[in-house]
């Protein structure tokens, strides 16, 4: 009998024998709750036939993708918006959205025999290819600029086995000295230049037309460096060909003032912004974002950092979503262009919800009223709380 501090192996203890318990797994048990984890497949299985994935691509998945289109309750109508939903990207394994076209990009990098995977960026990217590489057993190196990505972001490459870099000259030079060095190795280049990242983020287009039955009016979304909507409208384009929906959205971007190089027509030497995901002043898919905004008849505007901040607590406050600062930045420009008839009140939007706010809850915690300290008894607390 295995004792307690020797307690065996698995097999040992339940008195079988290792092929069957293996067996048991191995070959048989998968999850057929439809109900599990939101959705049942990832973003491959789900959308195969639309992905570059074939015979030999080795099978990734860590259930990404079928995120909520959560219709909103009281932003939409304090606005006199006829309807408005939330593509709420923070539920995504690492929260945020790059797990869609993480998973692609890592299966295709997988199939091309690499076995080291490398990035740079402001947060969520190193998050994501960290936890796909530790689910392939490749090796992680994340490049970051030096004191300006959340905290939490780099716990999770961290947590999940990444080698860390920080270097200093902020994401531009990051991503600049990435693409040296995987043009240089054979090191797999991870960032949203690599179409794979694109193939798979491009999915979220699709369940959105998915959920709707039909594209909505406007897509808003944050711009960094500029992946997310060059993916955005090819999903739609590609949708829209196959007969799924009858229209386009216009695509609506929004950057951070003192990160707005698409909006000014100009690089930004030291972008500035409480929006650390979209800190970028040179980004990579520039092309990609002025095509999405000029073929769709949308725009790519600026927000200030107080326009930001009061749209990250305002949703959460009155929607129950709480998202990170870049996220909100489209939801500050809808307010915008709502309240200046911009947008037309009959319109259905959607708007893009990129990351969970437990990645990056600093800033806005700065304008939220701090916990009560309380020394006393229940009569105390209902005084001060005015019960
Ligand atoms: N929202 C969040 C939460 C992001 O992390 C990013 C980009 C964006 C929006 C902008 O998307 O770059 O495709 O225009 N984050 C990248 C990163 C740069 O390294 O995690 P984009």
């Given amino acids: 009998m295995p004792s307690i501090s020797n307690p065996g192996t698995f097999a040992e203890r339940t008195q079988k024998s290792p092929r069957e318990v293996g067996g048991g797994f191995v070959g048989g048990l998968r999850a057929r709750d439809p109900f599990n984890g939101g959705g049942l497949m990832g973003v491959i299985a789900r959308y195969r036939e639309h992905l570059p994935i074939g015979p030999n691509?080795?099978?990734?998945?860590?259930?990404?993708?079928?995120?909520?289109?959560?219709?909103?309750?009281?932003?939409?109508?304090?606005?006199?918006?006829?309807?408005?939903?939330?593509?709420y990207e923070g539920v995504n394994p690492t929260g945020s959205f790059k797990d869609r076209g993480m998973v692609v990009a890592v299966a295709k990098a997988l199939e091309a025999g690499?076995?080291?995977?490398?990035?740079?960026?402001?947060?969520?990217?190193?998050?994501?290819?960290?936890?796909?590489?530790?689910?392939?057993?490749?090796?992680?190196?994340?490049?970051?600029?030096?004191?300006?990505?959340?905290?939490n972001k780099l716990s999770q490459a961290l947590m999940y086995g990444a080698k860390v870099v920080a270097i200093k000259g902020g994401f531009d030079k990051a991503l600049e000295t990435v693409r040296e060095l995987c043009h240089r190795y054979p090191v797999a280049l991870m960032n949203s230049i690599n179409p794979h990242r694109i193939e798979g983020q491009k999915t979220a287009a699709y369940e959105v037309i998915d959920t709707l039955g039909e594209a909505p009016d406007y897509l808003l979304l944050p711009v960094g460096n500029a992946g997310n909507i060059t993916a955005y409208w090819k999903g739609f384009r590609e949708y829209h060909a196959a007969g799924r929906s009858t229209r386009l959205p216009r695509m609506v971007g929004a950057q951070a003032d003192g990160a707005a190089p698409i909006v000014t027509g100009q690089p930004v030497a030291n972008p500035r912004t409480v929006a650390s995901a979209i800190r970028i002043g040179n980004p990579a898919s520039w092309e990609g974002a002025t095509s999405a905004r000029d073929e769709s008849g949308g725009a790519i505007e600026a927000v200030t950092d107080t326009e930001i901040i009061s749209a990250q607590i305002r949703l959460a406050g009155s929607e129950g979503l709480f998202c990170e600062p870049a996220s909100a930045a489209p939801l500050a420009l809808l307010f915008r262009l709502v309240q200046s008839g911009r947008i037309e009140k009959e319109a259905t939007a959607v708007v893009v919800l990129t990351g969970s706010g437990l990645k990056d809850p600093d800033a806005a915690l700065k304008n939220v009223e701090p916990p009560i300290e309380l020394e006393g008894d229940a009569r105390t607390l209902a005084k001060v709380l005015k019960l």
């Fill in 114 to 151: 690499h076995r080291v995977l490398m990035c740079a960026s402001t947060g969520n990217t190193s998050a994501s290819m960290a936890a796909y590489a530790a689910r392939t057993g490749v090796r992680a190196i994340v490049v970051v600029p030096s004191g300006e990505i959340a905290l």
């Fill in 57 to 87: 691509t080795p099978e990734v998945d860590l259930h990404e993708g079928s995120t909520p289109l959560v219709e909103s309750r009281n932003i939409a109508r304090a606005l006199g918006l006829k309807q408005l939903f939330f593509k």
